[in-house]
């Protein structure tokens, strides 16, 4: 053992290492994946190529998240407001579910993650439908972690759609208005089975929430970053977990 020449050496890099030990792990951890497009520009590349590197990102991201044994990955793809990008970008990532699966299906499969999808599905192109629950019916019965991908999510629209379902049942009798808490409006989100995010992370320098999760962020943890989507390392992922247990132990301290 090289080390044992140098003891000093030694006994730093253990220091660092007990110091380092991620321990308390969020249990559901959820991702606004920004930048892609000024990541693009910083490197000369036209937006789509951006979208592309954030594309395979996710992948490296899961591995982690998979790794840590965190039980939910909340990805924000696209939101409702995305339609009103340029129809070439739009189209571009449509297609991207497609891509992502035909390069990483098996792996996903291989270590036994679960596919998931929250948001308006039925108006989605058929194309990417197809893609999507392809992927959901391959990795239905997967125990390992579950892969939310939020695709044409809004929380203001997800929150109409709970009072429509509401308001339908009161009327035809089948909830009293005193039943309503907020158990019935939770069950009723698209994350209704899941547990709220532990830890929300935002990418490239945006402090807002961008109508992601609103009901469901109400206690959870947020960390922020400047570095680009593209660019969102295991090391950095590691921070964010290390920052979130900090948090924790401080919480639990008072
Ligand atoms: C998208 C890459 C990540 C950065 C954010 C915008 C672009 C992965 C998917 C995906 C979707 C469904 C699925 C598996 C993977 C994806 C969109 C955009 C629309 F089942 N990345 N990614 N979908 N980007």
């Known amino acids: 053992m090289a080390f044992s020449k140098w003891p000093f050496l030694k006994k730093i890099k253990t220091n660092h290492e007990k110091n380092n030990q991620i321990t308390i792990i969020p249990e559901h951890v959820a991702i606004i994946m920004d930048g892609n497009g000024r990541w693009a520009r910083q490197q000369g590349l036209p937006r789509i190529a951006g979208h592309k590197q954030g594309m395979d990102n996710v992948k490296r991201i899961v591995e982690v998240a998979n790794a840590y044994q965190i039980k939910i990955l909340t990805l924000y793809a696209f939101s409702t407001e995305n339609w009103k990008r340029p129809e070439k970008e739009v189209n571009y990532l449509m297609k991207l579910p497609h891509d992502f699966l035909k390069v990483y299906l098996p792996d996903l499969i291989k270590e036994n993650v679960k596919v998931e999808m929250i948001g308006h599905f039925e108006q989605l192109p058929s194309h990417t439908k197809k893609s ?16 939310n ?17 509401i308001a339908g049942d009161v009327q035809n009798n089948k909830v009293k208005i005193d039943q309503i808490d907020e158990k019935l409006i939770n069950d009723r989100l698209f994350t209704g089975h899941l547990p709220d995010p532990d830890l929300l992370i935002r990418t490239s320098g945006e402090i807002r929430l961008s109508n992601f999760l609103l009901w469901q962020l109400a206690y959870t943890e947020f960390w922020f970053t400047d570095t680009y989507w593209p660019s969102f390392s295991r090391h950095e992922f590691e921070e964010a977990l290390q920052a979130y247990q900090q948090r924790k132990r401080r919480f639990g301290g008072l």
Do not use: C, F, P
Request: proline fraction near 0%.
């Open 132 to 147: 999507i629950q392809h992927a959901i019916d391959q990795t239905k019965n997967n125990t390992g972690l579950i892969l």
């Open 149 to 165: 991908i939020a695709m044409n999510y809004g929380g203001r629209s997800e929150l109409v759609e709970v009072a429509k379902s």
